[in-house]
């Protein structure tokens, strides 16, 4: 391990290293953090004025610090499209048989799927039961498409999966139940659109499935609606023996010998409308050139947070209480803190020699979904703004501002052999006491690097009670050591951009399994997972107040270890015992109380 | 100093367990809590499975310490880490196991223990691998391999020399302050004259029972035996003024220990703790007036940092208060910060953590704690 010293190298390190942030350090990061959070920029929804006012102040630090656009672009905002909600423009289902015919046009009988493509589509039916495939890998044999033929055909499935099937085989099928899932086994068989039904037997019973916020940048391909219970029992008077409650009923043991079948005696005409709100968001990415960066397999490295939050709180991550509801949701922590750290470090890295080039950027839409950094690795038109596999590695913020006792959480460190050495060699100068954590699989920003298998790290100082809701404000931030997490996320990515060879890219295998989406959640319990601590069991760091869990008597630091029956080591395992409880039957839940074990009924509610 | 540590203790500590003899935990509430001692606690080594025995340079720029990160070797290497840029060499040659390294003040050269030299040493790093891989891994491996011998070298790793050369493992040295001296332990006795038999059936199970301090000068020289008791003598370092010699002796059957100071001839062996319990990783803090060490005295695994009075005069003061092991602290030299390892980030290994000191919050607690009984 004999190292040349290089000699401008260490000049330039000893600007990052100075042990107390530079002069006026937290000074400014107070007052970036102050802006984004003002009233005038109304929580920074994507694709809102606030989020506008928010991109061009970040767009004139860049500028003010020096930093260039990326190759090939103008300016430091780069807009992306995305859908900010869907409405059903006027979906109808028409009946025509020998001796009637029917239509059905208002939203409570028959609705678009968020995810459909706008078509007018004609063809016989085909019950397909639960309308639910298992791939070969998952070694549990269910198709429900066993022996038939829905070639040109319109499929119509239940909703979710059999509901009195052992839990284990619940726990496997769930995964699968997803609505877009279901509509894409519909279409690989040849079926011209998908129609689902809740059924009599299963939660929220003959109702419409609600448009979910799907963000999605055009239609899929897929042509679904939803039909309420009664328009279902009307098609099924074209059964001869049997009601759809009972063909429910027969499904839902599980047995494999119950087969869908071809309902005889009409066809449909399903004319599906969806009505997208496209809007435009915009990221912020500067780049400090490097010396060198031909001179490396992989010439870029990233610096990187998401400035959006979710402006007044209306498209459902918030978690604001009762008397909060409506109110602006400012975003301090999540993720002015970033934003600002990521400034601070931007001007710490100029002028330090790095031989890849620094990009420092911005996203929007990541509160709706990671929706910015994807647009950025994705698309337009599938082309990337920055190729993959240019890109030596990514490091993210967020949530920083909120350090208590000198503890950073630094995540995904599983993601590269390299990360161990970057943080030590970081972390010797700026002191903190960190705690790691292997799983790549985050919701921020950083994951959709990991997808693209670039090496990711993300910082974070914790989840706190203020979390998505308006009282996550400017002045509960800790600047003084917000100050220290920029400097390490600058010498992180200084020592990754000078790295003779760029880091390995280790593929962590996910714990959850894909597959499943949210719409296989069906229970609600009000608990809020605590993502900084890796300890036995589910970590609490806060219970929705009037939830289950509150009802219960469940609260902050509890950590789950046991629900219905099912051992809980992480949150993945309470992910699964969730997806296959009943909604309205109490469970018990096992939990750790300052080292003592108790145990609780709760009683799951639905979700939409 | 004490390799043993670097591998959770579990045979000996199971030994105190089934036999009882760890004292209840205290039923009072502690007086003090971390904080009071140590504040911006950082974890200071990530890389390999473990890190341990931190001991700073002169100036407090440099740490060296010894971690699993060798490639292609299960055991330990010596590191040199830069306390402003954070980066660590290799120090020690790469092949063997190698232990307990110290900085030589004025010069820079570091000493440490290693096996490199004997030719067995790749054959037993393959085959701890094996075991590893087969998830056989020994619960405490450390074996006083006979082969064990001082080395020195220069910071960077180059003109690497021998200190030691005699049969039975040679490790644990320290520098004197003007680095001329070397204090280390020694197992040679159980190698250089005839065994009774009943020595022959310790050496199998317990050769550490030989282990003896040793003074030579640091070119290796004038080798000299300082102490000649039944039992584990062994972590020597040298007092800040030179004078005394700190270290830790266990009892016969290598169950209980406690910490001892004498003159550097040999003379005034004095028993500083008594605890009844493992005291052991002894390091004076530079201002002289007391002593790091760390015990179980709380319980099984449960080792935590102490202070006592360099006198032994006065109750100890606990001053860390993390479950898991903490122990081998060492002071920087100005005394404003504290190295130890620790295992409170629940992982498989120890890994080295600093600390802010508390000078002050240490000496007002030492004041206010009672006086004791001195032990015999």
């Known amino acids: 391990m004999k190292e040349r010293v290089n000699l401008r190298a260490i000049c330039a390190l000893a600007v990052l290293l100075a042990a107390t942030p530079a002069i006026g350090a937290t000074g400014s990061l107070e007052s970036y953090v102050t802006y984004l959070t003002s009233d005038e920029l109304e929580g920074r929804l994507t694709g809102s004025g606030g989020e506008r006012m928010a991109a061009d102040f970040i767009a004139g630090q860049l500028g003010e610090l020096g930093a260039e656009p990326l190759p090939g672009q103008e300016e430091f905002k780069i807009p992306f499209e995305f859908t900010a909600g869907t ?6 289902l028409a009946l025509k048989a020998a001796e009637v015919e029917r239509e059905w046009s208002s939203v409570d009988s028959v609705q678009a799927l968020s995810f459909s493509d706008n078509a007018s589509v004609t063809g016989g039916v085909v019950f397909a039961g639960y309308g639910l495939v298992l791939p070969e ?12 033929d829905v070639e040109g055909k319109i499929v119509l499935a239940l909703r979710y999966f059999p509901e009195d099937m052992d839990q284990e085989s619940r726990s496997k099928l769930a995964r699968y139940s997803g609505l877009r899932y279901k509509a894409l086994q519909a279409r690989e068989r040849g079926a011209k659109a998908l129609l689902v039904v809740a059924g009599p037997r299963s939660p929220n019973a003959g109702e419409i499935v609600p448009m979910t916020f799907d963000t999605a940048v055009s239609g899929s391909g897929i042509i679904a609606a939803s039909i309420s219970g009664a328009v279902a029992d009307q098609l099924f008077e074209h059964v001869a023996d049997k009601t759809l409650e009972q063909a429910q009923a027969s499904l839902d043991d599980g047995n494999p010998h119950v087969t869908g079948f071809e309902i005889p005696g009409f066809e449909l005409t399903l004319d599906v409308k969806v009505e997208r709100e496209r809007r435009t968001g915009y990221n912020v990415v500067g780049m400090l050139a490097g010396t060198d960066p031909g001179g490396s397999d992989k010439p870029y490295v990233l610096l990187g947070a998401h400035y959006d939050h979710l402006g007044r709180g209306k498209n459902g991550n918030s978690l604001a209480r009762a008397e909060e509801v409506g109110g602006i949701h400012y975003g301090a922590d999540d993720n002015a803190s970033g934003t600002a750290a990521l400034l601070e470090a931007g001007a710490r890295l100029v002028g330090m020699e790095h031989k890849r080039n620094v990009v420092l950027a911005f996203w929007s839409g990541e509160e709706l979904g990671l929706l910015g950094s994807s647009a950025f690795l994705n698309g337009p038109d599938d082309e990337a703004l920055l190729a993959v596999d240019t890109t030596a590695g990514y490091v993210n913020m967020d949530m920083v501002g909120r350090m208590k006792d000198n503890r950073l959480t630094v995540q995904a460190i599983g993601s590269s052999s390299v990360w161990p050495r970057l943080i030590e060699q970081s972390n010797v100068p700026v002191g903190f006491d960190i705690q790691t954590m292997e799983d790549p699989y985050l919701p921020t920003d950083s994951t959709a690097f990991n997808t693209a298998s670039v090496p990711t790290l ?20 800790n600047y003084e050591d917000l100050a220290r997490v920029a400097q390490f996320g600058a010498l992180v990515t200084y020592r990754l951009a000078n790295m003779d060879q760029a880091p390995d890219f280790v593929n962590v295998t996910p714990k959850r399994q894909e597959g499943g989406s949210r719409d296989t959640l069906r229970a609600f319990t009000g608990t809020i997972p605590d ?26 630091g509890d950590i789950i270890v046991g629900f219905a029956g099912q051992e809980i080591t992480n949150i993945y395992d309470y992910t699964y015992a969730l997806e296959v409880v009943k909604i309205g039957e109490p469970v018990a839940v096992v939990f750790m109380r300052e080292g003592e074990r108790h145990e609780v009924t709760m009683t799951p509610t639905a979700r939409d | 100093m004490n390799p043993v540590i670097s591998r959770p203790l579990c045979g000996l500590l199971f030994t105190l367990l089934v036999i009882g003899l760890v004292p209840a935990s205290a039923a009072e509430e502690p007086a003090y809590e971390e904080s009071d001692f140590l504040n911006r606690v950082r974890r200071l080594t990530f890389e390999g499975r473990r890190a341990g025995e931190g001991y700073f340079s002169p100036d407090g720029n440099q740490l ?68 590893r891989a087969a998830g056989e891994e020994k619960r405490y491996s450390w074996d006083y391999d006979p082969e064990m011998e001082i080395w020195v070298a220069a910071g960077d790793g180059s003109g690497l020399t021998r200190l030691t050369d005699v049969r039975g493992y040679d490790a644990e040295g320290s520098y004197s302050p003007d680095g001329e001296w070397i204090v280390f332990s020694s197992m040679r006795d159980a190698y250089n004259r005839e065994l009774t038999e009943e020595e022959i059936k310790i050496l199998e199970v317990n050769p550490a029972y030989f282990a003896e301090i040793y003074l030579m000068r640091a070119d290796g020289t004038d080798q000299r035996r300082l102490t000649d008791a039944p039992g584990y003598d062994g972590g020597p370092f040298f007092s800040t003024d030179g004078s005394k010699i700190v270290w830790r002796r266990f009892d016969e059957e290598g169950l209980t220990a406690d910490v001892w100071t004498m003159n550097v001839d040999g003379t005034d062996q004095y028993r500083v703790t008594d605890f009844g319990a493992m005291s052991w990783a002894p390091y004076e803090h530079p201002s002289g007036e007391y002593i790091f060490f760390a015990s179980n005295k709380l319980g099984f695994s449960n080792f935590e940092v102490y202070i006592v009075d360099a006198a032994g005069l006065k109750e100890p003061v606990q001053v860390t208060y993390t479950d898991g092991f903490d122990g081998l602290p060492v002071p920087s030299p100005d005394g404003s910060k504290l190295v130890w390892t620790s295992t409170r980030h629940q992982g498989e290994g120890g890994q080295l953590y600093m600390g802010d000191w508390n000078h002050e919050a240490a000496l007002e607690a030492l004041e206010r704690s009672p006086q004791r009984e001195r032990p015999e």
């Open chain 2, 64 to 131: 060296v310490f010894q971690s699993e990160r060798y490639e292609g070797n299960p055991f330990f290497q010596i590191y040199l880490m830069d306390m402003m840029t954070g980066e660590s060499r290799l120090v020690s040659p790469g092949p063997g196991k190698t232990t307990c390294a110290f900085i030589r003040p004025g010069a820079g050269d570091i000493l440490f223990g290693s096996t490199h030299h004997d030719p067995e040493s790749e054959a037993l790093q393959r085959a701890e691998l094996e075991a």
């Open chain 1, 531 to 556: 993502y900084t601590t890796e300890v036995e069991g589910l970590r609490l760091s806060g219970v929705i107040e009037g939830g289950p869990a509150a009802e219960a008597g469940l609260q902050e």
């Open chain 1, 458 to 477: 993300n910082l974070f100082t914790g989840s706190h009670e203020d979390y998505h809701r308006p009282s996550d404000t400017a002045e509960k931030i």
């Open chain 1, 137 to 148: 890998s998952q070694d549990f044999f269910y198709d429900s498409y066993t022996g038939l």
């Open chain 1, 87 to 92: 409405n059903d423009g006027g979906t109808t």
